[in-house]
C-alpha cells in the first residue's frame, strides 16, 4: 500500500522541519487540536488526535517547502496543487507541542488520482480496511482513503492529469503513537479532513463521506 512506500518519507522529510516550526515559546503553548489543520478536525477526530498523541496541545510545520510553498496547511492551496508533483502538494505535518525530535507525529496529504485500489484486494496482515469513500485502509505506519472527486488539471503539463477521485494518506510515526484505537483514530483524522477538503474543491456530494466513521 502507498503508505508502506511513503513511509520513509515521512521520516527523512520530517527530520529537516524542525527548524521552522517557530520559536521556544510557542512550541512550549502549542494549539488546540481542533485549529490543527487548518480547522479541518470536527469533534470526533480531535479527540482522536488527542488519544493518539496523549496530550492535547499541539504545533504544525510552518516555513516554507522545497517548492517554497507555504508549509502551513491550508485546504485551498492544497486543492490548488492536487495536480502538482509530490513536492509542491500541501501537507499537515501534526507535532505535538515542545517535542523536538524532528519528527512529526502524523504527516496528511492529498494528490489527484485516475484510480484507486480494488475493493476485492485481500488485505496484508495488520491492515485494516473502512467501508469509506471508494477505498480506504490502515496499516501499521498510516492509513489510505480513496474518494470520488473530479478535478481537472490545470493545464496539459501537468503532474497529473484529469482525475476522478483524490487519495488521501496519513502516515505516522510508530513510536510516537498512543492508545488502544489507533487505526480508527487515524481514520477518523483522515476522514474529517477529507471530508472538507472536498466542500473546499466542490466535490462534497460526490465523495459522499460520513461525518461518523463506521466500524470496519
Not at 81 to 96: F, I, M, N, Q, S
Amino acid at each position: 500500500m502507498a503508505f508502506f512506500i511513503a513511509a520513509a518519507t515521512l521520516l527523512i522529510a520530517g527530520c529537516g522541519d524542525d527548524s521552522k516550526r517557530g520559536n521556544k515559546e510557542e512550541s512550549s503553548k502549542g494549539v488546540a487540536a481542533s485549529t490543527i489543520c487548518d480547522g479541518t478536525l470536527d469533534t470526533e477526530a480531535a479527540g482522536a488526535l488527542q488519544r493518539l498523541a496523549g496530550t492535547n496541545r499541539f504545533e504544525e510545520g510552518t516555513g516554507t517547502n522545497e517548492a517554497g510553498e507555504p508549509r502551513k496547511f491550508s485546504l485551498r492551496n492544497t486543492v490548488e496543487h492536487l495536480h502538482d508533483e509530490y513536492r509542491k502538494r500541501g501537507a499537515c505535518w501534526v507535532y505535538t507541542a515542545g517535542d523536538d525530535s524532528g519528527e512529526p507525529l502524523l504527516e496528511i496529504r492529498f494528490s489527484a488520482s485516475s484510480s484507486h485500489p480494488s475493493a476485492s484486494q485481500k488485505e496484508s496482515s495488520g491492515q485494516t480496511r473502512y467501508p469509506l469513500g471508494v477505498y480506504a485502509n490502515t496499516g501499521p505506519t498510516g492509513a489510505d482513503l480513496f474518494f470520488q472527486c473530479t478535478t481537472k488539471a490545470p493545464s496539459k503539463d501537468a503532474y497529473i492529469g484529469d482525475a476522478k477521485y483524490v487519495k488521501a494518506e496519513l502516515l505516522s510515526t510508530a513510536t510516537k503513537i498512543q492508545g488502544d484505537s489507533s487505526d480508527k483514530d487515524r481514520m477518523l483524522i483522515l476522514n474529517s479532513i477529507s471530508r472538507k477538503l472536498a466542500q473546499e474543491a466542490g466535490c462534497a456530494s460526490e465523495a459522499d463521506l460520513p461525518t461518523t466513521v463506521p466500524s470496519q
